[in-house]
């Protein structure tokens, strides 16, 4: 019903930059939470950053103030902006959208991303 796919991962040296990107497909009427995962080896998945249809945002403590969500509605696309990255910061990243009206009718919950690696070295 719902398919997700990431891109922007990839290799970046310590305080560099990235862009992460989501976009959602399938028979979507509209998402309200959209959201940004991380998991790193031998790690429990946690959370990023979540954004609402509103635009009300959430972050982790240790992202605030250097990652940036982002969505666009009509492309039903999130986007993550990261910057000053660190070395703590490497892990597959994940994408996943929450409360999904479906079209014509229906709801879907919690759908994910492939993921996406995101390495931080020099």
């Known amino acids: 019903q719902v398919q997700l796919v990431e891109s922007g991962g990839g290799l970046v040296q310590p305080g560099g930059s990235l862009r992460l990107s989501c976009a959602a497909s399938?028979?979507?009427?509209?998402?309200?939470?959209m959201g940004w995962y991380r998991q790193a080896p031998e790690k429990e998945r946690e959370l990023v950053a979540l954004?609402?249809?509103?635009?009300?945002?959430n972050y982790a403590d240790s992202v605030k103030g250097r990652f940036t969500i982002s969505r666009d509605n009509a492309k039903n696309t999130v986007y993550l902006q990261m910057s000053s990255l660190k070395p703590e910061d490497p892990a597959v990243y994940y994408c996943?959208?929450?409360?999904?009206?479906?079209?014509?009718w229906g709801y879907g919950d919690n759908y994910w991303g492939q993921g996406t690696q995101v390495t931080v070295s020099s």
């Open positions: 996943k959208v929450s409360e999904v009206l479906l079209s014509p």
């Open positions: 399938g028979s979507i009427f509209s998402i309200n939470r």
């Open positions: 954004i609402t249809s509103g635009g009300s945002t």
